[in-house]
């Protein structure tokens, strides 16, 4: 009996169950409870730390295009305050431009342009004239435009025009009507200066 008990066998068994006994009794000893898996936190964008981060060259980039835009708004509104002046300017040139060729066109209604090369066309007509009766001559200025014997008028001698009108004025009421007129335009006569007729008196 006591060979059976000490053979290794029979000592490997008895450690075998002594072993699962063991452990048996510690499994019933032991109570789980329920097992709660620990909560899932989601990270906010607070805790993200790229949004953290600050790079100041970035924000110095921003902060240049905001002032280039402002700047930009701003120079836009004095195009658009410039534009409405320079077409207020343009208009009041446009009336100022309109005035003067009204008034240049009664000017020219109301005197006598004289340049150089028509007094001296004149000059050889009054030599002819000059061998002229006065009659003679009143009748032969008379198939002539006004304008032309206002110069001729104008170049004669003050005596020879004034016999020419008289004459011209007996020779019936409208060419008595004329040599009024005539009389009162040869002191509208202007001497235009030479190479610029067409501004001939633009100080009269």
Excluded: C
């Excluded at 072993?19 to 899932?40: C, D, I, Q, R, S």
């Excluded at 005197?111 to 061998?131: H, P, Y």
């Excluded at 009507?177 to 100080?203: C, F, I």
């Amino acid at each position: 009996m006591n060979k059976i008990l000490l053979s290794p066998i029979t000592v490997v068994m008895l450690g075998g169950l002594l072993f699962f006994g063991a452990m048996f009794g510690a499994l019933n000893a032991t109570h789980f409870g329920a097992v709660t898996p620990p909560e899932k936190t989601v990270p906010s964008a607070a805790d993200d730390p790229s949004w953290k981060f600050h790079n100041p060259e970035m924000e110095q980039w921003i902060a240049q295009i905001k002032d280039e835009r402002d700047a930009l708004a701003v120079r836009q509104q004095q195009l658009k305050e410039w534009e409405a002046q320079l077409s207020a300017q343009g208009k009041e040139l446009s009336t100022v431009t309109r005035t003067m060729s009204n008034v240049q066109v009664e000017f020219d209604k109301r005197v006598v342009l004289f340049t150089e090369a028509e007094k001296e066309n004149a000059k050889k007509q009054v030599k002819v004239i000059a061998g002229m009766s006065a009659d003679g001559a009143a009748t032969m200025l008379g198939e002539m435009p006004d304008p032309e014997v206002t110069k001729l008028l104008y170049s004669m001698k003050n005596e020879a025009a004034g016999g020419i009108l008289d004459a011209m004025s007996k020779q019936g009421p409208a060419q008595a009507k004329r040599a009024a007129q005539l009389a009162q335009k040869m002191k509208a006569v202007v001497n235009a200066p030479v190479g610029n007729p067409a501004n001939a008196y633009a100080g009269h």
